[in-house]
């Protein structure tokens, strides 16, 4: 890999800021790494690897695989764009002891099916189709479910009639699209000697208008595999060699794409402060599905929109509370609902900006409305809808993107004299 010639100056002083102090300090962070006895001997070094001067850094690589017009895509990104966030309430079977049964088959190594109640692929699926034909309806562009949110069968023949059927919807959409359809887990060949699977996120998309729509579309999905395995969980997965992170082009921005604990990952995290300081290849919004339970692991998400300078969307298959605890929205190290306090008290970046835009940054991510419940037999989902505003979630973190420190204290005190 040819190493970048960077000037890395402006990222040690960065780090260097009280944002690294205050990451040190706080106990309970789920940035495991900011609490090494070793963190100041290996500091530079560690950076250094972030920036590309190390064979394990990732790198940030434009996808352009999803077949959009380019009429379309000379406008790309657009201003606004509705987004629906599609329930998953996922549970695992409880087996006699109470454990979680979260291996089918725990000599093949794989989690293989949503075990959620009632565990009828049938059902699941027919409730997964009506949902994203229900935002389809709706209006809305891009689609995303929370990891495990797929249903999954063992029977693959099956499972492919089922990707049929959602890139049947993606075809018959009125407008461009680009889906997330939550993910699965793939098991590796039996016999295998070490035996594992993969976690893989399905991505469908494009613009009916576009001249190889139909030929690109039956390729899809486009997998996108999960990299760093759930340790709570016991999952082992298989991580791809290549050290590319996709950003996948589409009309209403430019998406990076991690799978839950992955944001967990130091060299993901460091190579997205590596976009901070270029314009290109950028990823403007990352969404995150995950089946998590854990604070720290928002905490992690936070930490990472303000690394990566970008909007971080987090969708989360595990809890009841839908949408309030299941989606999380972080805009340079600020949750949505923080934004307007964090306006407040920082007059000098934001004292001189007309009323019109305070109140669009304010508004930047709006919910709209839920669904009606969509039920088929036992099994009961829900859509929620966003206005996102894009351009002024730009907007706030470019003003926010050289403050740092305080910014990522785990008490977020807006009121502080810092502030």
């Given at each position: 890999?040819?190493?970048?010639?960077?000037?890395?100056?402006?990222?040690?002083?960065?780090?260097?800021?009280?944002?690294?102090?205050?990451?040190?300090?706080?106990?309970?962070?789920?940035?495991?790494?900011?609490?090494?006895?070793?963190?100041?001997?290996?500091?530079?070094?560690?950076?250094?690897?972030?920036?590309?001067?190390?064979?394990?850094?990732?790198?940030?690589?434009?996808?352009?695989?999803?077949?959009?017009?380019?009429?379309?895509?000379?406008?790309?990104?657009?201003?606004?764009?509705?987004?629906?966030?599609l329930e998953g309430n996922i549970r695992f079977a409880k087996t006699e002891g109470g454990d979680p049964q979260?291996?089918?088959?725990?000599?093949?190594?794989?989690?293989?099916?949503?075990?959620?109640?009632?565990?009828?692929?049938?059902?699941?699926?027919?409730?997964?189709?009506?949902?994203?034909?229900?935002?389809?309806?709706?209006?809305?562009?891009?689609?995303?479910?929370?990891?495990?949110?797929?249903?999954?069968?063992?029977?693959?023949?099956?499972?492919?009639?089922?990707?049929?059927?959602?890139?049947?919807?993606?075809?018959?959409?009125?407008?461009?699209?680009?889906?997330?359809?939550?993910?699965?887990?793939?098991?590796?060949?039996?016999?295998?000697?070490?035996?594992?699977?993969?976690?893989?996120?399905?991505?469908?998309?494009?613009?009916?208008?576009?001249?190889?729509?139909?030929?690109?579309?039956?390729?899809?999905?486009?997998?996108?595999?999960?990299?760093?395995?759930?340790?709570?969980?016991?999952?082992?997965?298989?991580?791809?060699?290549?050290?590319?992170?996709?950003?996948?082009?589409?009309?209403?921005?430019?998406?990076?794409?991690?799978?839950?604990?992955?944001?967990?990952?130091?060299?993901?995290?460091?190579?997205?402060?590596?976009?901070?300081?270029k314009t290109a290849p950028r990823a403007q919004i990352i969404f995150v599905p995950a089946f998590n339970t854990?604070?720290?692991?928002?905490?992690?998400?936070?930490?990472?929109?303000?690394?990566?300078?970008?909007?971080?969307?987090?969708?989360?298959?595990?809890?009841?509370?839908?949408?309030?605890?299941?989606?999380?929205?972080?805009?340079?190290?600020?949750?949505?609902?923080?934004?307007?306090?964090?306006?407040?008290?920082?007059?000098?970046?934001?004292?001189?900006?007309?009323?019109?835009?305070?109140?669009?940054?304010?508004?930047?991510?709006?919910?709209?409305?839920?669904?009606?419940?969509?039920?088929?037999?036992?099994?009961?989902?829900?859509?929620?809808?966003?206005?996102?505003?894009?351009?002024?979630?730009?907007?706030?973190?470019?003003?926010?993107?050289?403050?740092?420190?305080?910014?990522?204290?785990?008490?977020?005190?807006?009121?502080?004299?810092?502030?």
């Amino acid at each position: 890999m040819a190493r970048e010639i960077l000037d890395i100056e402006p990222i040690l002083d960065h780090w260097r800021s009280d944002l690294k102090t205050e990451m040190r300090t706080a106990e309970d962070m789920g940035t495991y790494f900011s609490r090494s006895k070793n963190f100041d001997t290996i500091e530079r070094h560690f950076i250094l690897d972030a920036v590309g001067w190390s064979a394990f850094s990732h790198n940030l690589a434009m996808d352009d695989r999803l077949p959009y017009s380019a009429t379309s895509l000379s406008k790309q990104p657009n201003k606004t764009f509705k987004l629906a966030v599609l329930e998953g309430n996922i549970r695992f079977a409880k087996t006699e002891g109470g454990d979680p049964q979260l291996w089918l088959d725990k000599s093949h190594g794989a989690l293989r099916s949503n075990c959620a109640h009632p565990p009828s692929f049938d059902e699941l699926k027919a409730v997964f189709l009506e949902q994203i034909k229900w935002a389809i309806d709706d209006g809305a562009s891009v689609i995303i479910a929370g990891e495990f949110a797929c249903p999954s069968c063992d029977d693959e023949a099956e499972f492919e009639v089922f990707l049929g059927e959602i890139r049947n919807l993606v075809r018959e959409a009125p407008h461009p699209v680009f889906v997330v359809a939550g993910s699965r887990h793939v098991a590796s060949d039996q016999g295998t000697a070490q035996p594992h699977n993969s976690n893989i996120a399905m991505l469908f998309g494009g613009d009916p208008t576009e001249a190889d729509f139909e030929k690109k579309l039956i390729d899809q999905p486009i997998r996108h595999y999960k990299r760093a395995p759930s340790i709570s969980l016991g999952e082992r997965i298989f991580s791809p060699v290549s050290p590319e992170l996709p950003i996948y082009i589409t009309p209403f921005s430019s998406f990076g794409m991690l799978v839950c604990s992955d944001a967990f990952d130091t060299q993901i995290q460091f190579s997205y402060l590596r976009q901070n300081m270029k314009t290109a290849p950028r990823a403007q919004i990352i969404f995150v599905p995950a089946f998590n339970t854990s604070d720290q692991f928002y905490q992690s998400c936070r930490y990472l929109s303000y690394l990566a300078n970008a909007t971080v969307i987090v969708v989360n298959s595990h809890p009841d509370d839908f949408p309030s605890s299941s989606v999380k929205f972080y805009t340079a190290g600020i949750e949505a609902g923080e934004r307007l306090n964090c306006m407040k008290k920082r007059p000098d970046d934001f004292g001189n900006m007309p009323d019109g835009e305070k109140d669009r940054i304010k508004d930047a991510t709006r919910h709209l409305n839920n669904s009606p419940d969509i039920k088929i037999g036992q099994t009961s989902r829900r859509v929620a809808t966003y206005n996102i505003d894009r351009v002024m979630l730009e907007t706030f973190s470019k003003i926010l993107r050289k403050n740092g420190g305080a910014l990522l204290r785990k008490s977020f005190d807006l009121s502080s004299a810092t502030m």
